[in-house]
């Protein structure tokens, strides 16, 4: 079993930094794709970044070039760091680790970007 519990949402202007992290519990987590995904109000869940079991960066659209994935397997951790946050990036964030076609989520944190 896979318990995620994410940190760092928040209310940030538009061009402001935010840092979320992911901490894993668990055995899986070194070798589980495992990343970030977000649900805007009224769209679907969509890829923010994600780094695969190989080792390779994965960013959703739009965000490539502002926001950074890494992870640290001895703290069983994944952080995103997103700069230059538009209004549009206000949604719910959820962190996410896929090992054998199972999904664990966290329960999100929320972060909106606004004047």
């Known amino acids: 079993q896979v318990q995620l519990v994410e940190s760092g949402g928040g209310l940030v202007q538009p061009g402001g930094s935010l840092r979320l992290s992911c901490t894993a519990s668990?055995?899986?987590?070194?070798?589980?794709?495992t990343g970030w995904y977000r649900q805007a109000p009224g769209k679907s869940r969509e890829l923010v970044a994600l780094i695969t079991s190989g080792g390779n960066e994965i960013y959703g659209n739009n965000v490539k070039g502002r926001f950074t994935v890494s992870k640290d397997n001895a703290q069983k951790t994944v952080v995103l760091q997103m700069n230059s946050l538009k209004p549009e990036n206000t949604a719910v964030y959820y962190c996410?680790?896929?090992?054998?076609?199972?999904?664990?989520w966290g329960k999100g944190t929320l972060v909106t970007v606004s004047s």
């Open positions: 668990g055995t899986i987590f070194k070798t589980a794709a």
């Open positions: 996410n680790v896929a090992f054998l076609a199972i999904n664990y």
